[in-house]
């Protein structure tokens, strides 16, 4: 077993981050996560206290490497192709059988442990998707891709929860004829707003 100063930490918390996504919080032990990096019991509490602060950490670690998706919908020049190429994304991450943990925010979402701190970190990267896809809507508005009328709010939370429908459903049945009538639905839902 590795000693407490000699770990990469990078490398550990990314095994920590396998097994939550495995395995989810209230099947994961702090004996586990030791085991899966290859560490002691003891350096993991002396480097990171307790399960409940490795987990935050993991979410946190998790959200910051998985937005790049959601910036690279909001680059796009034009609003109505950062959108497609966002669900276009979604949809290969579904189908993809090594990502068939689902997503970690939504696994962690539908496990909802007994933490207010966990639960008000879950629901600002709710918002955070929905803020982005209103920010996105209200661009296409503005450049003329959608009607001026469009309930960009109301439109935001459809598109943001549906994806969470879909990182479900890639959990327990990554069906890719399913992944892609979703997908396809919800670009034809987008279609009634455009000019």
Sequence with gaps: MANISHFDTDFVLDKFLSVFWEKGYGATTTKGLAKSAGISESSLFNSFRNKREIYIRI????????????????????????????????????????????????????????????????????????????????????QGELKSDTDTKALSQYLSHSAQGLRVLSKISPDSKKINNIVNMTMSTMALYQT
């Design 59 to 142: 979410l946190r670690r998790y959200s910051e490497k998985s937005i790049h998706v959601r910036e690279q919908m909001e680059a796009e020049k034009s609003a109505l192709a950062g959108i497609r190429n966002y669900w276009t994304s979604l949809a290969a991450m579904a189908k993809d059988p090594a990502r068939n943990k689902g997503c970690l925010i939504t696994n962690a979402t539908v496990e909802q442990i007994d933490d207010p701190e966990v639960l008000q970190f879950l629901k600002s990267v709710h918002s955070d998707y929905d803020k982005a896809f209103q920010r996105t809507l209200n661009r296409a508005v503005a």
